[in-house]
């Protein structure tokens, strides 16, 4: 990422950590004055992302999510990434048919508050990463 506002973050892959991330979205907004609506957005898509790679990347050990904010003039760049599971061979990505099938509603309400959604599973299978940008008024 490349920007003057970029902040990175990374946590526990633990619930009790997500709420650090949505205070360090917090705090990056109020460097814009974002509209409070705006804000509630996305937290709410910051916390689906996190929570998806919280609930799915280590079953069966430790590990950590990094999120990261890249606030531009134009527009605020999120990414949550995680070097987990991933996604299995083959498995495909939930689109807009089964977004609300179970497991589907997070990516649902991350794709209703973002203008633009992004989601990679890394090579061999190993790691996530969703990106989501919102653009912003001038």
Do not use: W
């Amino acid at each position: 990422m490349t920007g003057d506002g970029a902040v990175r973050l990374t946590i526990p892959a633990k619930p009790e950590y997500i709420t650090l991330g949505r205070l360090a979205l917090t705090g990056l907004s109020r460097v814009r004055e974002l509209p409070q609506e705006t804000v509630a957005d996305l937290k709410l898509a910051l916390t689906e992302a996190c929570s998806n790679s919280v609930r799915h990347a280590y079953p069966d050990r430790d590990g950590v999510v990094e999120i990261m904010y890249d606030l531009r003039p134009d527009r605020l760049v999120i990414e949550v990434a995680d070097d987990g599971e991933g996604f299995e061979p083959g498995e495909r990505v939930p689109d807009e048919e089964d977004e609300l099938s179970e497991g589907g509603l997070g990516i649902a309400i991350i794709r209703a508050v973002a203008d633009e959604l992004e989601i990679e599973t890394g090579t061999g299978g190993r790691g996530s990463r969703l990106r989501f940008v919102k653009l912003l008024p001038s």
